[in-house]
């Protein structure tokens, strides 16, 4: 009996040890935050402020906040944030200097070479200024392709800011292309070096981030109209911000206004790489007939998307299309809405001689162009006061924000209607 209570009390407190420790590995990676160290000293001359902001390596310092400095106080006042994904952390001085850094992180994606280790990257700002946009420092791999440790140092807080983004590299990375370096004390001391950036004051403050009292700027996941003014850019727009996946979730029809086609399962035989597609019949390019149209999505290695195989139809009372559903009167979307027409058999999914495929939309100026990528786009046909459309959503972390309609037509070709953003974290 002794020896039974004794294991039982070893079974209770192992497994709980043992269940500390899984918890203890699985901790959080904290090479995939930022760690913002701010200094300042008032002493009766001069004040003293500077900004380090690295990779973090370990998790001391506080969570993410904003600190303001005082003055009156002589001996250092250091602040460390650690700033992790969806986080900013900023430091104001006495002087009105401020900077502040913002963590960001893309979703994990089933294509690409080590796309299930998203992306982190970050944004900096100085004086209201974003210097740094987006720039990697974490994910896709990066610690293992001997990638340079990046960090900032912001210094000359009170008489000019000055800027340096600084490239370490450890020496055991160096290694296996050159045998100079051996000593433990070498390899313990990364080679840096650091670069000065232009003069803040040359860039112009980020209204976006730091907008006016008199400025109104949409709030994060705020659904915007940037081109469009026909009706069904708001039935879109109202849609959209019930559910901005909506197009390529097909929501409840007694809900929204805009009609989507019925499928069912394909009547004839296709090409292997679109095996498994639906069919539906319906006036898909608004010239009155009845037009054939296969659908299917693909989630893998290259493609997280869906394509449209459209056969052109000549009458209005029955379906009259070629028995084979690859013809010359044929079109693929979104692979072929480009400037550009590429053959079916050159398009994603049959090929990938053409990775870059797809179609551009123009948002508020002619500048500011969103690239639809066909294979990480889906493409989803409704209908809208009787006149047919295509909404466009897309995967890709470029335009993932983005929405497009369009209105198909006779020849081929496609009429732009409307474009669509979701508002996101500004970076």
Known sequence: MRYSLALLIFILFGFAGFAYADDSD????????????????????FQYGSVNISQTGDSHGKPAAVKKFKRGKSRPEPEAFVVRPGQF???????GTRVRAKVGEESARPYGECGGDPEVFMSLWVNKRKIVSRMWFAGHCREYRGSPAISFNIS???????????????????????EKVNTKKDKANPLSVCVDFPDVSK?????????????????????????????????????LKRDFNTFSNYPDQSKIKLRRPEWTDTTVELPKELVGSSESIFDFNNDGNLDRVFGRSYENTYMDGSVLLVQPGSSSSKLNVSA??????SSLLPCQMGKVRHSIYKCPPFSQENDEAGFAMHGQTNKDTIYFRARYSNVSPFSFMGVNFIGVSTKDEATKDFVAVLKPLPDGTFQKKCLLRRVSENF
């Not at 952390?89 to 002087?95: D, G, T, V």
């Not at 709030?219 to 081109?227: A, Y």
């Not at 084979?324 to 009167?329: E, G, L």
């Open 156 to 178: 000359g807080i009170y008489n000019g800011v000055s800027v340096q983004k600084c490239h370490s590299v450890m020496h055991e990375a160096t290694t296996l292309m050159s």
């Open 203 to 239: 860039y112009p403050i980020d209204l976006l981030e730091y907008p006016s009292q008199r400025t109104k700027i949409p709030k994060v996941g705020d659904i915007e109209l940037l081109d469009g003014t026909e009706p069904v850019c708001q039935a879109v727009l109202d849609e």
């Open 26 to 45: 699985e901790s959080e990676d904290t090479t995939r935050s930022l760690t913002m160290t701010c200094d300042y000293s008032d002493y009766n001359t």
């Open 89 to 95: 952390a900023e430091c104001i001085y006495p002087s």
């Open 324 to 329: 084979a559903p690859i013809n010359k009167t």
